[in-house]
Each structure stands twice: as C-alpha cells, then as structure tokens.
C-alpha cells in the first residue's frame, strides 16, 4: 500500500503523457490540395471502380472538398458502367469546382 | 551436422525470409495500405447482386471474382455485329403509343461462353435523374435485348473472360433515338 501511493505520482504523469495529443495543425487550402494530390495520385494503379479505388478517391475528397479532379474520377467509373445517373450528380459537383476543365467534359 | 551445412542452410533460411519480407513490403505497398470503406464499397460499382437480377437462374459464371468490363481490354460484343442489333431492335420495336422519354440502361453480364444473363435495369430521364418509365415499353425493351444470345466473350489473355456489358437506349416520346455504347 506504502509503495502504491509512492508510485502514484509517477503513474498519474504517464496517464496524464498518454491523454495529451498534440493537436495536429490546420492546414492551408494549398497544403489540403497537396495532401489530397498525394493520396489520389499514390493510388492511381488500383483498378477503376474497385472498393480500394473508390475509397482513396473519397479519401482524397474528404481531404480537399474542392478537388474537382479526385471528383471527376469518383464519377468515372460509374459512367463507364452503364450507371449515367449516379455519375451525374457526382460529375456536376467537379463541374461546379473548377467548370473550366470539366464542362467541356460533361457538356 | 557439419559446420559448412549449418552455415549454408542459415544463409539460405536468411536469404528466404529477405525475399519474402521484400514481397510482403512490395504487396503491402502496391495493395494491402489502401484501406476499403466497407459500408459504402463492398463491391466493384459494376456489382450485379444475382439475387436482385433477372435471367439469373442457370446462368454460370466461369469467375465470379473477376469479371472484367466489356471494354477492357477485347470489345465483348455481340456476335453479329453493332448494326445488326440496331437493325433488329428498330425492326422488332412497336411504339404502342408511348409518350415517355428518358434512357433505358439494361446491364447484364456476358460469361466466358458467350452466354448473356443476370440482367438488372435502369430508368432515367432525358437528365439523367431516376424516373419510372412506361412499363410496356421498358419490358418489351427487356425483351428484344435478351434475344441476342450469342455474344462474343471477352479475351485476355488468351483466355476467355466473363464480363459486365450494357446497352443504353435513348428515347423521345417512346420512340428510339439512339442505342448506346
């Protein structure tokens, strides 16, 4: 019991070590773009439409809401399946971010 | 044992695990590190659940875990030629006074074989959006499409591959402007 309350101290600072997290940084708009670019690009080999695939693209969106590319590349695979409507929406949401480069796409 | 024999074959069991830790880290590099989000991908986006499609019942896959899309990387077709399923289409299909407009999409999967089945459709409107389209129309649609039952398979490889196909059929005021792809 002596030895329990010597140790007390010790063991409510390592506790106290393993509740603090650091909180992460905010990023700036360029640093999320560039974040998002990485994790869109590194997976740029998984098959289209697969879950892995599909996930990373979300993932990257998540990163970056505005990337109109990672958004333009969700809606792909639902296209090129014989899906139109579930491409659409997703598609006017990448024309609405940067309509220079995907109007033309979409029309 | 013979001290040489020991070393050789501690050289050896070293060289093996080097190997194998060098696949498992190019594995895990090239595949294993992307996570899936279960809930919302649990399967390709192309996924026809059998149990939801028509024609489904003695249909045979040669693969159910890969079934490639009809574009990639040989053209799965019909067999006859892109013309004469249009021809056939525009020959058999009677306007029976259908005033919907909106696109048709009927997916399907061609097997190894050349066998069609599991068809599962889709109903639009000219924008795309989901909409019920006259039921006469879409079955007699449904109908015409499972006619063609030679198809050409998908080859990669050399081998004969199951694959997902769709035809999209556009139409304005129940008649067919255009079959699509």
Redo the contacts between chains.
Sequence with gaps: MVKLLKYCLSLYLVVLSLACHEKEPELDASQRRALAEEVFKNGSHLPQGSPKSMTRIEEAIKIDTTYAEAIRELSVAYLKRGMPHKWRPIMDRAVYYDAKTWQPWRG | MKKWLKIFLFSLLGLVLLFLGFVGYGYYN??GK?????Q???????YINPDEARLNDGFKLCNERRIA?Y?NPEKATYSKGKNRLRAFIMKNYVNKGYQDSG?L?I?FVINCHGKAGRYIM?E?DL????KKLDQDMVEQLFQLTTQFKERNPNIIREEFYDS?M?L?YRIENGEIIEILP
């Design positions: 090239y595949w992307f996570p899936v989000d279960e919302k991908y649990s399967h390709n986006v192309e899309q574009y696109y999409n997916r889709h639009n924008d795309l959006n989901p997902y769709y999209s």
